[in-house]
């Protein structure tokens, strides 16, 4: 049995081919090095690390040099006033090539997600890191298509990420994420994936703690019936939920008649026949306190109440989670404020981390960071 001439190179052959690509061109960037061999950005990064460890090359970022070696000292016989060729500045051209690009998609530019942005855009000035910024539409279709061009066209070196996770769609993208050839942090969303269900890299908030809190604040404030209003669409419902749930299990507080109600949002035509039924349904069941995701649903709320003769918070007792616009409505809403910008810092220092190490084995980091209560004017 032979092997043919089109056949891959051995890995040792393979390496031998980088240092010989930097040898004649200087710098290269693990993308240029990967479509140069034909082989996965990931490889690449494998055979950068061996080089490394063995002195042969140097990494830099976003790609790989050839070590500069020494100016040698001058031989005795070098003619006077002759000097030997200038060397390239520690920080020449050739390093700028090399600059770290990642990109970042999240579901929408003008809600929750600006804060987010702002802290990614902060640590990324700080390490001279480029961000190439995408918007999407939470749909795992609009989300895949945005991804693959940041991957093919753009050739980042990582992904930050808030995907659709549910769903066929959603779960064919994480599959697609969990084997893309970059580094990929997910941002304010969880996923596992293979048969052992190993997570992947994700930087959260703990809803659950936050709702929580804003449940323990009520129940410290006299409150026996503590209700939630979630909107169906949200990613996050599921996690204020539970710890709406988990805290009134806890301090004992009932859940079979309190409002527990998961709505359309304010935008959707149902929303105002909706909410009337919601608050009939909370004078009815004696509910005296709302926790209420999101701040615009929360607004609406108290809005309907103020027509409708119930006071705030003397009837009813209203928290908002998001914080976003909560301090603007009358009465200001007391509010859980998820770590937005701190979830931007943490996943891009993260990412930055993997992209750095490069190391295949690397094992799996979740960050999760805890959110505030901002006491207001609608809970006391």
């Given amino acids: 049995m032979t092997v043919s001439?089109?056949?891959?190179?051995?890995?040792?052959?393979?390496?031998?081919?980088?240092?010989?690509?930097?040898?004649?061109?200087?710098?290269?960037?693990?993308?240029?090095?990967?479509?140069?061999?034909?082989?996965?950005?990931?490889?690449?990064?494998?055979?950068?690390?061996?080089?490394?460890?063995q002195g042969l090359i140097r990494r830099v970022r976003g790609g790989a040099a050839l070590l500069r070696r020494p100016v040698a000292e001058a031989p005795i016989s070098q003619a006077p006033g002759d000097r030997p060729p200038p060397q390239p500045a520690p920080d020449s051209a050739e390093e700028a090539k090399?600059?770290?690009?990642?990109?970042?998609?999240?579901?929408?530019?003008?809600?929750?997600?600006?804060?987010?942005?702002?802290?990614?855009?902060?640590?990324?000035?700080?390490?001279?890191t480029?961000?190439?910024?995408?918007?999407?539409?939470?749909?795992?279709?609009?989300?895949?298509?945005?991804?693959?061009?940041?991957?093919?066209?753009?050739?980042?070196?990582?992904?930050?990420?808030?995907?659709?996770?549910?769903?066929?769609?959603?779960?064919?993208l994480v599959r697609w994420l969990q084997s893309a050839e970059v580094p990929v942090v997910l941002v304010e969303r969880a996923a596992v994936v293979g048969p052992y269900q190993e997570a992947m890299e994700s930087v959260v908030s703990d809803h659950v703690f936050g709702?929580?809190?804003?449940?323990?604040?009520?129940?410290?404030?006299?409150?026996?019936?503590?209700?939630?209003?979630?909107?169906?669409?949200?990613?996050?419902?599921?996690?204020?939920?539970?710890?709406?749930?988990?805290?009134?299990?806890?301090?004992?507080?009932g859940l079979d008649d309190a409002l527990d109600a998961d709505t359309v949002d304010r935008r959707d035509p149902d929303w105002p026949?909706?909410?009337?039924?919601?608050?009939?349904?909370?004078?009815?069941?004696?509910?005296?306190?709302?926790?209420?995701?999101?701040?615009?649903?929360?607004?609406?709320?108290?809005?309907?109440?103020?027509?409708?003769?119930?006071?705030?918070?003397?009837?009813?007792?209203?928290?908002?989670?998001d914080d976003e616009v909560a301090e603007l409505c009358d009465p200001p809403l007391t509010a859980v404020r998820p770590p937005k910008a701190a979830i931007g810092r943490a996943a891009f220092a993260l990412l930055a981390d993997r992209i750095a190490d490069q190391d295949a084995y690397r094992p799996a980091h979740r960050v999760v960071i805890e959110p505030r209560l901002i006491v207001r004017s609608s809970s006391s």
């Fill in 273 to 321: 026949h909706e909410l009337d039924d919601l608050l009939d349904e909370c004078v009815a069941s004696g509910t005296t306190a709302l926790l209420v995701h999101s701040d615009p649903e929360a607004i609406s709320l108290v809005e309907r109440c103020q027509e409708r003769g119930i006071r705030i918070p003397d009837d009813l007792a209203v928290v908002a989670y």
């Fill in 211 to 253: 709702a929580a809190m804003a449940v323990r604040h009520l129940a410290a404030l006299g409150h026996r019936r503590i209700g939630v209003i979630t909107t169906r669409e949200s990613p996050t419902t599921p996690h204020v939920r539970r710890g709406w749930r988990q805290a009134c299990g806890e301090l004992g507080l």
């Fill in 5 to 53: 001439d089109s056949a891959a190179p051995l890995p040792d052959e393979r390496r031998a081919q980088v240092v010989e690509l930097l040898r004649r061109r200087g710098v290269l960037r693990v993308n240029e090095l990967a479509s140069e061999l034909d082989v996965s950005a990931i490889t690449i990064r494998r055979d950068i690390a061996l080089l490394a460890s």
């Fill in 130 to 172: 480029r961000v190439v910024l995408r918007g999407a539409t939470y749909q795992a279709a609009d989300e895949r298509r945005q991804l693959s061009w940041l991957v093919d066209s753009v050739g980042v070196d990582g992904l930050l990420v808030a995907p659709t996770t549910t769903g066929e769609d959603g779960e064919a």
């Fill in 98 to 128: 090399a600059q770290v690009t990642i990109g970042m998609v999240v579901p929408s530019l003008d809600y929750y997600w600006p804060d987010v942005i702002r802290g990614v855009r902060e640590a990324a000035a700080a390490s001279d």
